[in-house]
Every structure is written in C-alpha cells, then in structure tokens.
C-alpha cells in the first residue's frame, strides 16, 4: 500500500495549488500597476492626442492672468457666459465669474436640487516664479537690472544663467492697464540671471544649495547700452524703450504686477515622447484636466463647480486665493437661487483637490518612501493627507470619502494609485483642501505626479494627465 505523504499530496497537487495562491493573491493583494499595462491603446492613444492642447495651454498660461484668459476664452468657445454675484441663475445655466482678473470660477447648474450639493474641483494656476520689486530698476558696473522678490518655493540656483521672459500688468497714472509679455516669440529678446564662474566659484561650492544663490541675487539683466554719457544712461535708455512701446514711466512700476519666468516651451520628452516637459505642471496639469473635464460633462445631473485659484504657491491668502470667502459666496448665490439651504449645500457637497504630488525619483530614493510613493504612468494619485511631519496643516480624507472615489473611479475603470510627497520626516507641502474642508465639504486631494517639482521645467507622464482627466469626468458624473 501506498501512503499519500503530505510531500506527494503537494508534488502531486503542485500545479493546482500554486494556481489557488496566483487567484489568492490577484484577489488579495493590492499592486500598482502602470496605465500601458491596464489600458488598451484606445485609451494610451487618446492620451497622447489629449497632451497637444494641454501643451499649447501651458504655454498660452505662463501666469494666473493669463490661465484666466485662456481659460474663458475655451470657455466661452463652449457656450459659458459671464456671471456677476447677484445675477439669475437658472437650471441649464453655464456661467464663470471672473475675480479680478486672477481667479476664475466656472459652473453649470444642474437639474438635482441643489440641496443635494454640489462637484466641486479646486486647482491652482498660480505657479513659483520671480516677481518684481516695485522699485526694481537701477544700474551698476556698465549693466541694468531689475531688482526681484521670488514667489513660492524655488530652489534659487535653479533659476541664474536660464533664458527668463518678462510677464505681466502695469497700471499706469491714468488707470489704463498695459500688459507686458517679452521673451516668448522667436524675435524677442530674453533676459537673465546672472551666476559665478566656476573659476571663481571655489568658496560659493562649500556652501549648502540652499544659501550659494542669496536672494537679493536674482537679479534680472536688462540691458547694457547708455543713452549719452550722463549718469544712469543705461537705466534711461531701458526706460525710453518701455516708454516708446508702451508708455511707461519709472513711477508705473509702483503699480505693476511684472514677473520673470522660464522661456522655455513645453515639449516632449524622451525617445518615445511618453513625457512633457514645462513650466508650471505645478498645477496647471491639474486645472487643465478639471476644466475640460467640466466641458465634456454636460449631460451631469449634478451642479459643477470648477475653481481656478490664484496664490497657492504662498499659502493661498489674499482675495484672489482658496482662503478668500468668494467661493462661499458663490455657493451661497447658488442656494439661494435655487431654493437651497446654504449651511445644507456645503454639507453635502464633495470637492477634488486637485493637485500634484511628488513622483517617486530613483535619483533620490533617501527623501521617499517607496511603497506609499506615487509612481510615474500609474495613473491619478489620490492623496488621503498631505501636510508635513506629524500631518501639520492638512485636511485628511475620510475613510467614507476615500470608499466614495475608489468606487467612482471603478465604474469607469480609471487607473489611480496613492501617494504621498515623501517620507515622514523629509519635509512636506500643503494644498487648497484645507481650507476647503474648513466649510464643512468633503475633499481629497488628486492629481498628477510630477519630476522635479517647482523647478523650471518640471516633467509628467501623458497617461498620467490622461488618467486625472478621465477621474474627474467620472467624479462629475457619479
């Protein structure tokens, strides 16, 4: 007689055993996995076609100001009409109130009461830059410069010896606004930051990254041609030159919103062009995505809200940022309108914070923690805190919220992974879900992994841009 050892019933039940576990684990396990492995090419083509209005609008919104123009002019293109807080509103309505010029939100009312609540998405067009002082010109040693004040969290040696164009709005006497854009067209001319040789750069090379390019260095070169042999002749030839094109005085500076940003275009990156590489990612790759997510939502049920939000980079205050009332307000026209309860329509009201996290670096493995790291082309993030440290100064998700978009994001089967910016202690960063959940709404963050963040030209994966479009669509829709 032959006895079945637990070694034979295994050998003999090798195959079917090891198939259980593979059908286990499948079932079980949870893994990331990249939007080409999960998508056929339908989807990964339509990505890529879905990438070439996106370049064209990062490089058409290189400022705030200019992310409202475009943006109303695509809006309007879809039917979108202006709103002004105290207008009649009515179901069907597709309107965008414009907030001075820097904040925009876009909204369709929808057929449900509006006591039910509304989608909201929350992005910022606002992005790290270097602004102008309001006394900025002045010339030493046969140069002019103009004097700057940088906005946001850049790494300042980022930012010398790059071609820079001049951005943005001077007010003149009269109230009569000029708006400025140099460096962009192929005729311009550029400016620049100067940085040390290498040769003399000996005792700047000790110092940490942080401190080798101070502040009060970025300064912008503007010109080196005297007019006549008086003191400050190149400052007076600058200034005749403004004055001759746009009818500018030293003294309008004192009114002016003029900044310095990356000349550079958005463009593909790598062999197989999966990649784009831009200014400002940061979070125009998230706004982009929201808004046309809201045009091609037509057909919603629901009432969307989509907000454009100025002044994120430095801690969203002001009346143009998510800390202003005015989306409150909005919210509160609406119930109003409508036949709502205000209190009860930011009750049950669900917002996407959209916006992006840090993408895992194989460069710089020793800042993140890999298994809660989001990964480059494995779709939208959803981001449960952000915060730094012992999660200081963020909203974080409800389990229920979080169960709400993983079924969301299911039925349309988008491809989405979770994040975080970096290991616990490594630093951190904040977004606009704060102070949004502070009015009592449901919010998480969402968004698009990004290479080096805040630099001038930061890279993202198409798919992945693709992927925030799809979600936000079906969070409209759901």
């Known amino acids: 007689m032959q006895y079945l050892t637990m070694k034979n019933y295994i050998m003999i039940n090798k195959g079917e055993i090891m198939e259980n576990t593979k059908e286990l684990s499948d079932k079980l396990f949870y893994e990331k996995k990249t939007v080409y492995q999960k998508c056929d090419d339908n989807i990964i083509n339509a990505a890529y076609d879905y990438s070439i209005d996106y370049m064209k609008y990062l490089d058409n919104s290189k400022t705030e100001r200019e992310a409202v123009i475009t943006t109303i002019a695509m809006a309007e293109a879809k039917g979108f009409h202006p709103y002004k807080l105290g207008d009649k509103i009515s179901v069907g309505d597709k309107l965008y109130y414009n907030n001075r010029g820097k904040n925009l939100l876009l909204f369709t009312v929808g057929s449900e009461p509006i006591n039910e609540g509304i989608r909201i998405s929350a992005a910022h067009v606002d992005a790290p830059r270097i602004d102008l002082k309001q006394c900025p010109l002045y010339e030493e040693a046969g140069m002019s410069f103009f004097k700057t004040h940088y906005y946001g969290g850049i790494r300042k040696y980022h930012w010398v010896a790059i071609p820079l164009a001049l951005h943005g709005t001077i007010v003149l006497s009269d109230g009569s606004a000029v708006n400025i854009k140099i460096g962009e067209d192929e005729n311009d001319p550029l400016f620049y930051i100067n940085d040390l040789l290498p040769h003399l750069g000996h005792e700047a090379d000790k110092k940490p990254m942080g401190e080798a390019i101070e502040g009060e260095k970025l300064n912008i070169l503007v010109g080196s041609r005297p007019l006549g042999n008086e003191a400050n002749a190149i400052k007076l030839n600058v200034l005749k030159l403004l004055n001759e094109k746009y009818g500018i005085i030293e003294e309008d500076f004192l009114s002016a919103e003029l900044c310095a940003v990356p000349a550079y275009k958005a463009r593909d990156i790598g062999f197989d062009r999966s990649l784009i590489g831009s200014y400002g990612h940061d979070d125009r790759v998230c706004a982009y995505p929201a808004v046309t997510a809201m045009f091609d939502s037509m057909d919603t049920k629901h009432t969307l809200l989509c907000i454009l939000a100025d002044k994120e980079e430095t801690g969203s205050d002001g009346n143009t940022g998510m800390q202003s009332s005015v989306f409150v307000d909005l919210i509160s026209e609406l119930a109003k309108a409508l036949g709502g309860n205000e209190n009860i329509v930011r009750s049950n009201s669900k917002c996407l914070s959209a916006d992006v996290s840090a993408a895992y670096d194989p460069n710089f493995p020793e800042v993140f923690e890999k298994r809660n790291s989001s990964l480059l082309n494995c ?100």
């Open 379 to 478: 779709g939208v993030i959803l981001t449960k805190f952000t915060g730094s440290r012992g999660k200081y100064g963020t909203n974080d998700a409800s389990a229920e919220f979080i169960g709400f978009m993983r079924q969301v994001m299911a039925k349309d089967n988008i491809v989405w992974q979770t994040g975080e910016l970096g290991k616990v202690d490594a630093g951190g960063g904040g977004t606009v879900a704060k102070y949004i959940s502070k009015e009592n709404i449901d919010v998480i963050d969402l968004g698009v992994p990004v290479i080096s963040m805040h630099a001038p030209y930061e890279v993202i994966s198409k798919v992945d841009l693709y992927e925030a479009y799809r979600a936000i669509c079906a969070f409209y829709k759901y």
